[in-house]
């Protein structure tokens, strides 16, 4: 069972709530793998992996969520560029070596 972080009385259940988010979040990074993975097999060309508005159009949505959040847009934005170029990366590879 969760815990807000104004309920954890010590570090061992700041811990568990953290380790409890760490496992759901990795789970919902390879849900959204799935659909990376799905993109290539719908792409015909390396050069269709890059699609720049595309990009902006995700940074621009969870930058504002982030703030809507509390979280720190930048922090957000470092992160899905990160996510987005390994993306990106696998589908070229992908579509070079079918």
Same mark, same amino acid.
């Given at each position: 069972?969760? #815990?807000?972080?104004?309920?954890?009385?010590?570090?061992?259940?700041?811990?568990?709530?953290?380790?409890?988010?760490?496992?759901?979040?990795?789970?919902?990074?390879?849900?959204?793998?799935?659909?990376?993975?799905?993109?290539?097999?719908?792409?015909?060309?390396?050069?269709?992996?890059?699609?720049?508005?595309?990009?902006?159009?995700?940074?621009?949505?969870?930058?504002?969520?982030?703030?809507? #959040?509390?979280?720190?847009?930048?922090?957000?934005?470092?992160?899905?560029?990160?996510?987005?170029?390994?993306?990106?990366?696998? +589908?070229? +590879?992908?579509?070079?070596?079918?």
């Amino acid at each position: 069972m969760s #815990k807000a972080p104004q309920d954890c009385k010590d570090m061992d259940e700041v811990r568990i709530e953290i380790d409890r988010l760490d496992a759901a979040i990795v789970d919902l990074m390879a849900e959204r793998w799935g659909y990376v993975d799905r993109a290539w097999q719908l792409k015909s060309k390396p050069e269709e992996a890059t699609v720049p508005w595309r990009i902006q159009q995700v940074i621009d949505r969870v930058k504002q969520r982030a703030d809507e #959040k509390g979280l720190p847009p930048s922090l957000v934005e470092a992160l899905w560029r990160q996510l987005i170029g390994w993306g990106i990366q696998y +589908e070229e +590879e992908k579509l070079r070596n079918p």
